[in-house]
T-cell receptor
Framework: AQRVTQPEKLLSVFKGAPVELKCNYS??????LFWYVQYSRQRLQLLLR??SRESIKGFTADLNKGETSFHLKKPFAQEEDSAMYYC?????????????FGKGTHLIIQP | ETGVTQSPTHLIKTRGQQVTLRCSSQ?????VSWYQQALGQGPQFIFQ???????GRGNFPPRFSGLQFPNYSSELNVNALELDDSALYLC????????????FGSGTRLTVV
């Protein structure tokens, strides 16, 4: 069975400090990994996906198959980064298993 | 370009009743998925429809059923409501079933009393 673990329920850092939101996954094949973000009073939206290998709003995430991790990083946190972050996994196969989400990490950036 | 819209936004039902939630997918998207999000949890996959056919299902009982229409809008039906069905129900659409990235609606908050 596929599983996504986000060990931190809450992460608080100061503005300008580096941020790392942890995500570990369990999947027997080659998964696609995503980070979704939900800002206050907004809907869940895609932040980035590992196959794009791009940086969005200064965030990057590298898939480490050896450690089965997909941690989200940003070198300098900004107050507008405060939000709920969800790591998600797709097993491919035309969406037959949908997205498996972690429980989320609430990121608070303090001024 | 319109996003994903869901109706109603809030709903209160009594245990044992039936409920229908509706979703209009983003323009050009032919795939719709439904998720249940309990308080403090991540969204949990219910099922997915691709071109009017169910092509994936999560670990939910048969009393959770759905439909997708020719215009790719969708319904989620839940029969014999239980108290544990109280949750936020999210609809998400995608360009196709293999796209992997989804546009989410703002959800329907269902309370079962």
């Amino acid at each position: 069975a596929q599983r996504v673990t986000q060990p931190e329920k809450l992460l608080s850092v100061f503005k300008g400090a580096p941020v790392e939101l942890k995500c570990n996954y369990s999947y027997s094949g080659s998964p696609e990994l995503f980070w979704y973000v939900q800002y206050s009073r907004q809907r869940l939206q895609l932040l980035l996906r590992h196959i794009s290998r791009e940086s969005i709003k200064g965030f990057t995430a590298d898939l480490n198959k050896g450690e089965t991790s997909f941690h989200l990083k940003k070198p300098f946190a900004q107050e507008e980064d405060s939000a709920m972050y969800y790591c998600a996994l797709s097993g491919g196969g035309g969406g037959a298993d949908g997205l498996t989400f972690g429980k989320g990490t609430h990121l608070i950036i303090q001024p | 370009e319109t996003g994903v819209t869901q109706s109603p936004t809030h709903l209160i039902k009594t245990r044992g009743q039936q409920v229908t939630l509706r979703c209009s997918s983003q323009s050009g998207h032919n795939t719709v998925s439904w998720y249940q999000q309990a308080l403090g949890q991540g969204p949990q996959f219910i099922f997915q429809y691709y071109r009017e056919e169910e092509n994936g299902r999560g670990n939910f009982p048969p009393r959770f059923s759905g439909l997708q229409f020719p215009n790719y809008s969708s319904e989620l039906n839940v029969n014999a409501l239980e108290l544990d069905d109280s949750a936020l129900y999210l609809c998400a659409s995608s360009l196709d079933a293999w796209q992997g990235s989804y546009t989410f609606g703002s959800g329907t908050r269902l309370t079962v009393v």
